[in-house]
């Protein structure tokens, strides 16, 4: 279980923009500690975000993608008030979930 | 100390961590293209997501900087007027060249931002997928300090 996620969606004429900060260190597989051994990859893979239980947004990340990723996303269709969850698993298979209300 | 043993016990120690981490893969998000992701330059990322070539189209708009000063943060978001359904960001000189993939399904706007490591300079490619073809539009982005080093 990772640390929260920071979560901003506001609705504005019918448009969502969602932005969402991550915690995660996004451990690329191409650094090496002080004894010269490579750090083992260590990243999220997925990321859905989800308004009442319809998918409105997917990702796939690979190790390139920055460390407490950073994610900017608009879509249509929710309104204020509604639910947007947001879940992503890493590629030892860990996960988080957050929610918040769309201002 | 038998070294054909040795030989055997390692061989058998690889095979374990390969099921492992298969069984790992599978048992999680079983959408991620992992295919795509250890492709190494754009025809192998292409291929993996079920494309074989890209058309440089000029209604693929891509917001990167000139010139990062810090390659392990790098700004990069990418719009379209077309309708796109996928949309994935490709770092040519990065040791896999996909950085990151965004599906779109029916309400989603053709817009998304994000940051991504960089190795090296090199050229950053937006791919946008639309009418079941990929588009692409690239720019070149200096990097000052790598990203994936150290």
């Known amino acids: 279980m990772g640390d929260p996620m920071r979560i901003r969606a506001t609705e504005n004429g019918g448009v969502t923009e969602v932005k969402i900060l991550m915690k995660h260190d996004m451990e690329s597989g191409q650094r090496k500690d002080a004894t010269g051994k490579v750090i083992p990859a260590w990243h999220i893979n997925t990321v859905v975000a989800k308004v009442k239980d319809k998918e409105v947004f997917a990702a796939q990340f690979g190790p390139a993608v920055s460390k407490d990723p950073f994610l900017n996303f608009k879509f249509k269709g929710a309104a204020k008030g509604d639910k947007l969850s947001v879940t992503w698993v890493d590629n030892r298979a860990d996960t988080r979930t957050d929610e918040v209300a769309i201002a | ?150």
Do not use: Y
């Open chain 2, 1 to 150: 100390m038998n070294p054909k043993r040795r030989e055997a016990l390692r061989l058998m120690a690889v095979i374990g961590l390969m099921a492992s981490t298969g069984l790992i893969s599978q048992a999680q998000a079983a959408e991620w293209n992992k295919a795509a992701f250890d492709g190494k330059n754009l025809d192998d990322v292409l291929k993996a997501m079920g494309g074989s070539s890209a058309e440089k189209s000029g209604d693929v708009s891509l917001n990167a900087p000139d010139i990062a000063e810090n390659g392990a943060v790098v700004p990069v978001g990418v719009t379209t007027t077309l309708k796109a359904t996928e949309i994935a960001i490709v770092v040519e000189k990065n040791p896999n060249a996909l950085a990151a993939h965004f599906s779109l399904p029916a309400g989603a706007e053709p817009f998304v931002t994000t940051r991504v490591k960089m190795g090296q300079t090199s050229n950053v490619l937006a791919l946008v997928k639309a009418d079941g073809k990929w588009f692409v539009a690239s720019k070149e982005v200096k990097v000052t300090l790598g990203g994936c080093g150290g």
